[in-house]
Protein backbone atom coordinates (compact mmCIF):
# COMPACT_ATOMS: atom_id res chain seq x y z
CA UNK A 1 0.00 0.00 0.00
CA UNK A 2 1.27 3.08 -1.16
CA UNK A 3 1.92 6.11 2.20
CA UNK A 4 1.56 9.66 0.96
CA UNK A 5 3.71 12.62 3.39
CA UNK A 6 1.11 15.07 3.91
CA UNK A 7 1.56 18.49 6.62
CA UNK A 8 -0.76 16.68 9.37
CA UNK A 9 1.36 12.92 8.96
CA UNK A 10 1.17 9.70 6.62
CA UNK A 11 -2.23 9.30 4.90
CA UNK A 12 -2.96 6.03 2.86
CA UNK A 13 -4.41 6.00 -0.47
CA UNK A 14 -7.48 4.30 0.47
CA UNK A 15 -7.87 7.25 2.78
CA UNK A 16 -7.32 9.64 -0.47
CA UNK A 17 -9.50 8.15 -2.23
CA UNK A 18 -11.97 7.80 -0.04
CA UNK A 19 -11.66 11.72 0.58
CA UNK A 20 -11.57 12.14 -3.29
CA UNK A 21 -15.21 10.09 -3.61
CA UNK A 22 -17.00 12.19 -0.47
CA UNK A 23 -15.91 15.47 -2.24
CA UNK A 24 -17.23 14.12 -5.62
CA UNK A 25 -20.39 12.89 -4.02
CA UNK A 26 -21.29 15.97 -2.93
CA UNK A 27 -20.18 18.03 -5.84
CA UNK A 28 -23.01 16.21 -7.97
CA UNK A 29 -25.64 16.64 -4.85
CA UNK A 30 -25.57 20.05 -4.86
CA UNK A 31 -24.50 20.62 -8.75
CA UNK A 32 -27.90 18.88 -9.39
CA UNK A 33 -29.44 20.79 -6.48
CA UNK A 34 -28.42 24.28 -8.10
CA UNK A 35 -29.65 22.67 -11.38
CA UNK A 36 -33.28 22.18 -9.86
CA UNK A 37 -33.33 25.73 -8.44
CA UNK A 38 -32.45 27.35 -11.97
CA UNK A 39 -35.51 24.87 -13.06
CA UNK A 40 -37.91 25.77 -10.79
CA UNK A 41 -36.91 29.69 -11.59
CA UNK A 42 -37.54 29.26 -15.25
CA UNK A 43 -40.63 27.47 -14.65
CA UNK A 44 -42.17 29.41 -11.50
CA UNK A 45 -39.86 33.04 -11.50
CA UNK A 46 -38.28 33.95 -14.47
CA UNK A 47 -35.99 32.66 -16.94
CA UNK A 48 -33.04 34.93 -16.23
CA UNK A 49 -32.08 34.24 -12.76
CA UNK A 50 -33.19 30.32 -13.73
CA UNK A 51 -30.74 30.74 -17.01
CA UNK A 52 -27.39 32.01 -14.12
CA UNK A 53 -28.52 29.09 -11.95
CA UNK A 54 -28.06 26.80 -14.39
CA UNK A 55 -24.89 27.89 -16.02
CA UNK A 56 -23.92 27.99 -11.86
CA UNK A 57 -24.44 24.39 -11.69
CA UNK A 58 -21.92 23.84 -13.91
CA UNK A 59 -19.24 25.10 -11.77
CA UNK A 60 -20.13 22.21 -9.21
CA UNK A 61 -20.24 19.27 -11.90
CA UNK A 62 -17.31 17.13 -11.66
CA UNK A 63 -17.42 16.29 -15.59
CA UNK A 64 -17.49 20.07 -16.18
CA UNK A 65 -14.37 20.88 -13.88
CA UNK A 66 -12.55 17.97 -15.74
CA UNK A 67 -13.22 19.41 -18.98
CA UNK A 68 -12.31 23.04 -17.83
CA UNK A 69 -8.71 21.19 -16.25
CA UNK A 70 -8.29 18.50 -19.31
CA UNK A 71 -8.99 21.39 -22.34
CA UNK A 72 -8.67 24.80 -20.92
CA UNK A 73 -6.17 24.05 -18.27
CA UNK A 74 -8.57 26.35 -15.93
CA UNK A 75 -9.88 24.71 -12.60
CA UNK A 76 -12.24 25.85 -9.78
CA UNK A 77 -10.40 25.64 -6.40
CA UNK A 78 -12.79 23.88 -3.76
CA UNK A 79 -12.37 27.43 -1.56
CA UNK A 80 -13.85 29.18 -4.60
CA UNK A 81 -16.62 26.50 -5.34
CA UNK A 82 -17.50 26.47 -0.92
CA UNK A 83 -17.91 30.02 -1.05
CA UNK A 84 -19.84 30.46 -4.39
CA UNK A 85 -22.27 27.60 -2.63
CA UNK A 86 -23.16 29.61 0.17
CA UNK A 87 -24.04 32.96 -2.00
CA UNK A 88 -25.99 30.78 -4.11
CA UNK A 89 -27.65 29.26 -0.36
CA UNK A 90 -28.53 32.29 0.72
CA UNK A 91 -29.53 34.50 -2.21
CA UNK A 92 -32.23 31.41 -3.02
CA UNK A 93 -33.73 31.22 0.36
CA UNK A 94 -32.91 34.72 1.49
CA UNK A 95 -33.92 37.37 -1.25
CA UNK A 96 -35.26 35.80 -4.54
CA UNK A 97 -38.60 34.88 -5.32
CA UNK A 98 -38.74 31.41 -5.73
CA UNK A 99 -37.41 31.26 -1.69
CA UNK A 100 -40.91 33.74 -1.27
CA UNK A 101 -43.05 30.86 -2.72
CA UNK A 102 -41.06 27.89 -0.94
CA UNK A 103 -42.16 30.10 2.46
CA UNK A 104 -45.37 30.85 1.48
CA UNK A 105 -46.08 26.83 0.73
CA UNK A 106 -44.86 25.71 3.55
CA UNK A 107 -46.81 28.21 6.12
Not at 2 to 16: D, L, P
Request: net charge neutral; glycine share 6%.
Amino acid sequence: MAIFKTATGSMSSNTIQAKAAVTNVISWIFGISVLVIGILNIVLVHPVPGIIYLLLSLVFLPPVNTFFKNKMGVSIPRVVQIILAVIIIQFTLGVSDLGDMIDDWLI
